[in-house]
């Protein structure tokens, strides 16, 4: 069972990660892989043999190795897995397909040296054959298994494929479907995320440390991080690794990691950086699993940093080794099982349930600290620097089945797989609630955009979507990430959004109502038997609607009964408690009397509290394990936290969506019938509009009635034909924005208006030296009493398509209403996105205005996104406008511009 890390491409290599967490490269043949070959075959034990040849077979010749390093691509393709680099290269399985004339099917084999069967190196060569059968359109793999090789009929079985077996002269002929791949996709994230938490938890369950570059010197990077493993008491052996010393803090040191006479699991490097490679080597000869490696002076270190970066990656994925880093802060697991501090942090938190991992160790140390400040608990912590291996996708993956760690913290720098990223992400988060803060909102992205959903698509718009859609709750400081962190890890989330504020003072429960009706929530009156309750002990001066303002002279017992009262209004889904102390009331009374309260509750209302005092001298509101009041020191950030756990609540209630099915739309004919008739020539080449329409219709996306033409008479006479009143466009590959240059005229009710107009267009672009850039004219029906709405998507570098929707017109140009969402789109991202815009109400028939037919633009959206997905070689396309008319009346498009960013392979 194994993830590839994909190149996405069938002539690269690829990384493999095994069952075990166990790094593995595959990659095509090639033709020095003789001797290699040579060796697997002929050392493969009898049986081995048997099952591959299918006879009693001793020795593997020349030619027979040649058919195999001479294999090419579409037709013959042929990968091997490997260990080790250079002249320490090993091969350690292999395997084939031999495509048919038709390329609709291809036989394929496998040897996986006896050492390394049931491993999962098998399905890791499957999957990367299946992924080149794709790309080349191969339908169908063929197979002959003998029935005793039982773990080749099991490698079928189990790959999610259909597959149908018929025995015959001693041997079973397999057939595996390739186009349906559902199941497959299913099995491959199930085997993914075993790989991916076997990989994590070698570095959280090691069983023993080295530490490259213990210090004597207490104060340095290396002495601390070994101090912290031994004042933690890590429940295992740590060797320090000095040559220059014979013991470190009292334990016997070693000169190199060969010199340990005992295993290791995990080896912690803080070496200068020159030095990180041959202690690499050292540790790969050793049988090291798993590489912490702090060092600094790799990626983020200018081009020769960049080049030693991935000599290490080679290097490590060469040994099998994973790795955490380099530029990292380390690792630590609160398991009193484990003991883990392997970071130099001056702090240890106190043990808890969240999970924190981060791509910036500096701002590591940071998190340590404030979470130990506030006292709030740590499970792990994973600092991944620059993540050559490990990456968040691992972490949350090995977070999301891990029974200590409910509530998971990132702070994130950049995304490595955005789309491995969003799938892994929306599942874990269905289960716990993942909180992050995205550093960088840089805007300059935009600047180069020549469409307006390129502009508009800012480069932070790429992360909200992301979050957005994998119900990752986006933060924008660290303030705010402990502060949501703390009242998701010991509350339950609201039900709905309806607040009741209790408070001793105005002010603040002012500032409170309206910083939760700012942020989507509610602060409704209490109902009348609430009321009615309060109203028998509270002061007549009490304010008892919402907020419920005891007055500075509230005493405990005021807090004790009103609390009570309010837990069981069932108007209200939670609670913000606000304490300003007085000389009469002492904040210690009102801590003990809210834990009373909530010592017998059982219900499900979230409390927070606002004792406004300083940092650090709020009293103790714990009520038991994972039950704690968080204290915020500013009613707002009470109000910001919950309003937070409201809308993730609100998240996991939503149905997850899917994928929408048009039988009308056969992509690969589709395909076939564009390119054969528009070949792209070079990147950055607009089509012609009718052919732009073309690929709209041939997704079921109606355009109005368009005609080309190349004079004006032959543009009188379209119109005509078409039907007046029409519009008239230039036809251009070159210019974009027709507006800008006279070349569009509306509204012509009559053949001589529409010569008049062309003539005038043509004289016009004459003038500006642009007639070159023109062929023709297009005319096109005028579409009535409808709205105008803006389709669009742009390639963004990180996120890949992002799309947009919005309001046309002065909506879009002037108050930039729009909604994006990263592809693909289900039906639930489509109603997300329109109810994101402020203008939504003009579509639902806003004061007395007609209903326009929203269910039909939202089909228009589904079917946009599948021609996004079938045709990656589209840079940008924008509908401006799509006009959608009356209820049931369905949408047209008026205007599509599609660029091409590369001729498809």
Excluded at 84 to 99: F, W
Excluded at 484 to 511: D, E
Excluded at 708 to 724: P, Q, R
Excluded at 790 to 814: A, K, W
Aim: glycine share 8%.
């Amino acid at each position: 069972m194994i993830f590839i890390e994909k190149s996405g491409r069938p002539d690269q290599p690829d990384e493999a990660i095994l069952r075990n967490g166990q790094a593995l490269r595959i990659r095509p043949v090639e033709p020095d892989d003789s001797v290699n070959l040579k060796r697997l075959f002929n050392r493969m034990s009898p049986l081995t043999s048997y099952y591959r040849w299918q006879y009693a077979k001793h020795h593997t010749g020349d030619e027979e190795i040649a058919r195999f390093t001479a294999a090419k691509l579409p037709e013959n393709c042929v990968y091997v897995a490997t260990q080790g680099e250079g002249r320490q290269e090993r091969i350690l399985a292999v395997a084939s397909y031999d495509a048919t004339s038709d390329m609709k099917s291809a036989e394929v084999t496998f040897v996986v040296g006896t050492s390394y069967q049931t491993r999962g190196v098998g399905t890791a060569l499957l999957e990367k054959l299946v992924e080149t059968a794709a790309h080349y359109r191969i339908k169908r793999f063929v197979a002959l298994v003998l029935p005793e090789n039982t773990r080749m009929l099991a490698l079928f079985d189990q790959s999610g494929f259909k597959t149908t077996k018929k025995f015959s002269d001693g041997v079973y002929h397999i057939s595996i479907n390739l186009e349906q791949q559902e199941e497959f996709a299913k099995r491959q994230a199930a085997r993914e995320h075993i790989a991916r938490t076997a990989g994590v938890g070698t570095f959280l369950y090691p069983h023993s440390i080295a530490v490259v570059g213990a210090s004597r010197n207490a104060e340095s990077v290396g002495g601390a991080l070994f101090h912290n493993l031994l004042s933690t008491n890590f429940n295992g052996p740590v060797f320090p690794i000095n040559p220059n010393t014979t013991s470190v803090a009292g334990v016997l040191s070693y000169p190199t990691v060969l010199d340990v006479p005992s295993d290791i699991d995990l080896a912690v490097i803080v070496v200068p950086a020159d030095k990180v490679l041959a202690v690499v080597d050292q540790c790969g000869k050793k049988g090291v699993r798993g590489l912490v490696i702090i060092s600094v002076g790799f990626g983020e270190a200018g081009p020769e940093g960049k080049k030693r970066e991935r000599l290490l990656k080679a290097k490590t994925l060469a040994y099998g080794m994973r790795v955490i880093g380099p530029n990292c802060l380390g690792v630590l697991n609160s398991d009193p099982d484990v003991r883990l501090n392997a970071t130099f942090s001056p702090v240890t938190p106190p043990a808890g349930n969240l999970s924190i991992g981060t791509q910036s160790g500096a701002l590591g140390l940071a998190l340590l600290d404030y979470a130990n400040n506030i006292n709030l608990g740590i499970a792990d912590f994973v600092s991944i620097g620059n993540r050559v291996d490990i990456s968040n996708n691992d972490l949350l993956e090995y977070w999301e089945d891990d029974d200590k760690t409910d509530v998971i913290l990132l702070y994130v720098e950049s995304f490595g797989n955005p789309y491995s990223f969003t799938r892994i992400a929306r599942r874990v988060s269905r289960k716990k609630p993942i909180i992050a803060v995205k550093a960088g909102r840089s805007e300059a992205g935009a600047r180069a955009a020549s469409s307006h959903t390129g502009a508009l698509a800012a480069a932070d718009v790429g992360s909200d979507a992301l979050f957005r859609q994998a119900g990752v709750i986006r933060v924008n400081t660290i303030d705010e990430m402990f502060g949501v962190s703390a009242a998701l890890a010991n509350q339950p989330v609201p039900k709905g959004p309806n607040v009741g504020i209790l408070t001793n003072a105005g002010g603040p429960g002012v500032l409170v109502a309206d910083a939760c009706e700012g942020l989507g929530l509610k602060v409704p009156k209490l109902s009348p038997q609430a009321q009615k309750r309060l109203k028998a002990f509270l002061p007549a001066e009490a304010a008892l609607s919402n907020p419920v303002d005891m007055m500075a002279s509230a005493t405990a017992a005021y807090y004790k009964q009103t609390l009570a009262a309010m837990l069981e209004d069932p108007d209200l889904d939670a609670i913000i408690l606000i304490y300003i102390p007085p000389l009469v009331t002492r904040p210690e009374d009102v801590a003990k009397a809210i834990k009373e309260v909530l010592k017998d509750y059982a219900g499900d209302k979230p409390v927070l509290a606002n004792f406004m005092m300083s940092a650090g001298s709020t009293p103790d509101l714990q009520i038991g394990p994972k039950r704690y009041v968080p204290s915020y020191v500013f009613p707002e950030s009470a109000a910001q936290a919950l309003a937070h756990t409201y809308n993730y609540s609100q998240y996991r209630q939503e149905p997850e969506g899917a994928l929408p099915d048009f039988p009308d739309i056969i992509a690969n004919h589709i395909r076939y019938k564009f390119f054969r008739s528009n070949p792209i020539s070079e990147a950055g080449a607009w089509l012609l509009p009718e052919v732009a329409a073309g690929l709209l219709e041939a997704y079921g996306i109606s355009m109005v009635p368009t005609r080309v033409a190349e004079s004006a008479a032959a543009a009188a006479k379209s119109a005509s034909e078409i039907g007046f009143p029409v519009a008239l466009k230039i036809r251009s590959e070159t210019i974009v924005h027709k507006t800008d240059v006279g070349g569009i005229a509306l509204g012509l009710t009559s053949e001589t208006k529409v010569k008049a107009a062309y003539g005038k267009m043509m004289r016009r672009l004459k003038q500006a030296d642009l007639l070159d850039h023109v062929d023709g004219v297009i005319v096109q029906a005028m579409i009535e009493d409808a709205q105008e709405v803006i389709v669009g998507m742009s390639q963004n570098p990180v996120f890949g398509p992002l799309l947009m929707v919005g309001l046309g017109g002065v909506h879009v140009e002037l108050q930039k209403d729009v909604a994006f969402s990263l592809q693909p789109l289900t039906d639930v991202d489509v109603d997300w996105m329109l109810n994101q815009l402020k203008g939504l109400p003009i579509l639902q028939g806003w004061r007395g205005a007609a209903v326009r037919d929203v269910p039909a633009l939202k089909e228009v959206l589904l079917r946009f996104s599948m021609l996004i997905e079938d045709f990656p070689e589209i840079a940008e396309i924008e509908i401006n406008p799509l006009m959608v008319g009356n209820k049931d009346r369905g949408c047209r498009a008026v205007d599509v511009r599609v660029k091409m960013q590369a001729t498809p392979i």
